[in-house]
């Protein structure tokens, strides 16, 4: 695709994720930190921008994202599943990791482009919470059930462990910043 269009003028959004820093748990990551990936998936998602820039140069924009929700998504789709089967939901007490929404992300991608920002940006909820938390705060109001969840320590480890994307840009709109609550709070409207 990048070298289709590398004698136009179009501009290519790509869409890129946390994964991407998955060789490095022990902090979260700013869009100016060396990507460093463990996963074939971190891996691949590496060499896509990497290739995109070389060819593309400043056409390419790299939005990195943490997971997606939405009140159609596979991921809310699942706990629902999970709580009418009475299925436990593995999840990691140790682990802090950002969210985002499908409807504000698309908020996001429209100010990106009309405002013709460039570069690299992490989008993701701006305050911290493990994924247990996260999880916790959504099933404790949608069953009585208390032993849903399983919790288990990431890598094994007692220490906290960051998925986690942040950013050090200032040009995307305060009013289209989230917390993990505002996710939260919006499934379960
Ligand atoms: N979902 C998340 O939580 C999440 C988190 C971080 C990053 N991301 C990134 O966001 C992007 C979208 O994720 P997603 O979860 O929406 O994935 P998805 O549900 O698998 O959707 C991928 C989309 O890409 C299309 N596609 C896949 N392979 C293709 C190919 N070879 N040629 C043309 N189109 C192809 C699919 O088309 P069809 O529907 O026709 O198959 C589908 O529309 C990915 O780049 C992913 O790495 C997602």
Known sequence: MAKELQNNCSRVYFFSTTNVFDGDFSRSHTETDIPI?????GKFKIKCENKLKEILDERVVIIRIPAIWGKDSPRWKLINESIKNNKV???YSNLVCNNLLDVLLAKQLRFIIEHDLKGTFHLGSADVMTQGQFYEQIIS???S???LLRYRLFQDKVDTCYFRLISNRD???STLQSTNQNIISY???
């Open 187 to 189: 499934l379960l409207e």
């Open 89 to 91: 939901i593995d999840v």
């Open 141 to 143: 109001k949608l069953t």
């Open 145 to 147: 059930e208390k032993n």
């Open 37 to 41: 990936a463990e996963s074939d998936y």
């Open 171 to 173: 040009d995307i709109a």
